[in-house]
């Protein structure tokens, strides 16, 4: 157990809706992180938040969008889903902003 | 821009033999740092070592060790001793910058 929780853990949509994936990082890390892992593109950074701010951005759409609250619990909102939207989507925490990743158990997202 | 290249999209190992995982990388980075993570059938990653740039000496985690040659941007993987639990998807990545940047992985299979 790694400390970090991802809900919902499955998730199936149909094309067009909107989703919301929350994550809790482990007890005192500030940084948050989100990965998407598809089938065909392996692991993508999307995005990093640092204590409330946004720290880094990677291939992250339009479509989709992040935040991280005062509580250091973070959502990544995704949006106008499309059937390529379907993937395991991970949150994973740090203590600094460049310190060890530990990653929860991902978020699979089922676009039908 | 930072990549990561695993050549090797399977590798095979006996029980209780040794195998070595392949990963170069690019950076212009001078300052950053390097992970093997696992990823077993239960889709959890699972930080397997860590190697800071600066240091020359070569991380080594129980049966776990690497081989960083830092001029050569090479960082190999090698599993002495392998348990039928080592059996899972490995990957390499680069963190700089507050990013880290994934290889496509290895499948490992470990015969008994």
């Known amino acids: 157990d790694s400390g970090v929780t991802q809900t919902p853990k499955h998730l199936i949509t149909a094309t067009g809706q909107r989703v919301t994936l929350r994550c809790s990082p482990r007890?005192?890390?500030?940084?948050v992180y989100w990965y998407q892992q598809s089938l065909d593109q392996g692991l993508q950074f999307l995005i990093q938040?640092?204590?409330?701010?946004?720290?880094a951005k990677g291939n992250i759409l339009e479509r989709f969008s992040a935040q991280q609250f005062p509580d250091l619990h973070s959502e990544l909102n995704l949006s106008s889903l499309e059937l390529g939207d379907s993937a395991l989507y991970f949150c994973?925490?740090?203590?600094?902003?460049?310190?060890?990743?530990?990653f929860g158990e991902g978020s699979r997202l089922t676009v039908l | 821009a930072q990549t990561v290249t695993q050549s090797q999209p399977e590798m095979s190992v006996q029980e209780a033999e040794t195998v070595t995982l392949s990963c170069t990388y690019d950076?212009?980075?001078?300052?950053?740092?390097l992970f093997w993570y696992k990823q077993p059938p239960s889709r959890q990653m699972i930080l397997v070592i860590r190697?800071?740039?600066?240091?020359?000496q070569n991380a080594t985690e129980n049966r776990f060790s690497v081989n960083f040659q830092k001029a050569a941007k090479s960082f190999s993987l090698k599993i002495s001793d392998s348990q039928l639990g080592d059996a899972a998807m490995y990957f390499c990545?680069?963190?700089?910058?507050?990013?880290?940047?994934f290889g496509a992985g290895t499948i490992l299979r470990v015969k008994s």
């Open positions: 950076t212009s980075e001078s300052d950053y740092y």
């Open positions: 994973a925490s740090s203590v600094e902003p460049a310190g060890e990743l530990f």
């Open positions: 190697q800071e740039a600066y240091k020359q």
């Open positions: 007890s005192g890390d500030l940084s």
């Open positions: 990545a680069l963190e700089y910058g507050n990013k880290l940047v």
């Open positions: 938040y640092y204590n409330g701010e946004e720290r």
